[in-house]
C-alpha cells in the first residue's frame, strides 16, 4: 500500500504514554491511486497518536468492489503486515516474491534499508474486497539491513473462552506466539467473538494497546474512573466519556499503557483487531512510504527512487510502471514526538 495523504503536522504533538487511556481516534478517508481509485479508511498515523507500539499505519481497504492496481513503489524502514478480510490480492516485490495473498493467511514483507512491490486484486474486474494493512516501524538494529518477505497460513490461536478465541498475526499474546519475524516486542492479534460472549485479553502492562473494529460492534471496557478521565481528557479532547467505548470499523481505542486485562463484549458478534506493544525507541520521521529518523534521510530515500537506483531493486514480472514520488514539502521534516 503507498500512503497519498498529507502527514499531520507536528505540532500539534501527541498524547502522552504514561498509564490508561481512552483516546477514540476516528478513520478518515484518503484516495488510493488518484481520483479514480480505491478509497481507504485511515485511522493510524493520526496528529494524536503516532505510533502504538511499534505500529505506525493503519488502512483498511474496503468493504467495495473494485480493481485494485497499486503499482510498483518504495519503502524504507518498516515491515508492511496484510491481513485480508475479503477477496484475494497478488503480491509482487523485488526479493522475487509472486504470491496471492487470502483471508487467514499474513503476507509480512520487511523493507530494511529499501524493497519495492506491487499490489493487484486478482482477476481483470471488480471484485469484492476488503482488508487490513499495518505498518511496523523497523528498529535501528534492522532498519538498514536487506529486504525479506514471509508468509505464514497456519497462525496460533489462543482460546479466550466461552467461544472467543484470538489468532495471533504478530508477536505474542498471553501464552501464544506466532512464526512471523518481529524486531520489536509487539502483538497484531483478530480477536473472533460470538454473539453474546464477553471475553478479558490478558495484556502486559509496561506495553501500550489499541483496539480497531473489523466486523460488528464490540464494547471495550476502557476501566477508567473520573480522575482518569480528566487526565486523559487534557491530553486530547477526543477521549472516550465513561467505563466503555464502542469498537467498529470506524475507529480505534488507544487504551494506552498499565493494563493486564481487557474486557470485550459483543451482543451480535465481532473481530477485533488488536494492537499492542513496548513503547517504541525512537521518534520517527514518517513521509509517504517510508519511515526514517531525520528529513534528509527522507530526502535521499525519494532521491533514490526516483533515479531508479538499485536499492529498491525491481519488482518481479513488472515493466516500467512504477508511482512515482510526491513533491516534498515545503517546511522540513519532523519527528512525529510523544510528550
Not at 153 to 163: M, W
Not at 164 to 187: N, Q
Not at 285 to 294: A, E
Not at 322 to 328: D, E, S, T, Y
Amino acid at each position: 500500500m503507498t500512503r497519498l495523504d498529507v502527514a499531520p503536522p507536528a505540532s500539534e504533538g501527541p498524547i502522552d504514554c504514561d498509564g490508561p487511556r481512552a483516546l477514540v481516534v476516528e478513520a478518515r478517508e484518503v484516495p488510493l491511486g488518484g481520483v479514480r481509485g480505491m478509497e481507504v479508511h485511515r485511522t493510524l498515523p493520526h496528529r494524536s497518536l503516532p505510533m502504538v507500539g511499534a505500529w505506525c499505519f493503519l488502512d483498511r481497504f474496503g468493504p467495495q468492489a473494485t480493481l485494485m492496481r497499486v503499482e510498483p513503489h518504495p519503502h524504507i524502514g518498516l515491515q508492511t503486515v496484510t491481513w485480508p478480510i475479503i477477496g484475494e490480492v497478488r503480491h509482487r516485490d523485488a526479493v522475487g516474491s509472486d504470491v496471492v495473498v487470502r483471508p487467514g493467511a499474513l503476507n509480512l514483507m520487511t523493507s530494511g534499508a529499501g524493497i519495492a512491490h506491487s499490489e493487484y486484486s486478482v482477476g481483470e474486474q471488480p471484485i469484492p474486497l476488503d482488508a487490513l494493512q499495518l505498518w511496523v516501524a523497523l528498529p535501528e538494529s534492522r532498519r538498514h539491513g536487506g529486504p525479506a518477505f514471509e508468509r505464514h497460513e497456519d497462525l496460533p490461536v489462543l482460546d479466550l473462552g466461552g467461544g472467543a478465541d484470538a489468532v495471533v498475526v504478530m508477536g505474542s499474546l498471553g501464552v501464544v506466539e506466532s512464526p512471523a519475524t518481529v524486531h520489536t516486542p509487539i502483538v497484531g492479534a483478530e480477536l473472533r467473538l460470538p454473539a453474546g460472549v464477553g471475553v478479558r485479553v490478558p495484556l502486559r502492562e509496561d506495553w501500550e494497546y489499541a483496539v480497531y473494529g473489523m466486523t460488528g460492534t464490540a464494547v471495550a471496557v476502557t476501566g477508567m474512573d473520573a480522575t482518569d478521565a480528566d487526565a486523559a481528557r487534557r491530553s486530547s479532547p477526543a477521549v472516550v466519556p465513561g467505563t466503555t467505548a464502542s469498537v467498529d470499523h470506524t475507529r480505534l481505542i488507544y487504551l494506552g499503557k498499565g493494563r493486564d486485562h481487557l474486557e470485550l463484549r459483543s451482543d451480535e458478534g465481532a473481530r477485533v483487531f488488536l494492537l499492542g506493544g513496548e513503547p517504541f525507541e525512537a521518534d520517527i520521521v514518517m513521509w509517504w512510504n517510508f519511515v526514517g529518523r531525520s528529513h534528509d534521510e527522507i530526502v535521499e530515500a525519494r532521491e533514490a527512487w526516483e533515479a531508479r537506483a538499485e536499492r529498491f531493486g525491481a519488482v518481479v514480472d513488472h515493466g516500467p510502471e512504477r508511482i512515482p514520488a510526491p513533491p516534498l514539502p515545503a517546511v522540513r521534516l519532523t519527528p512525529r514526538r510523544r510528550r
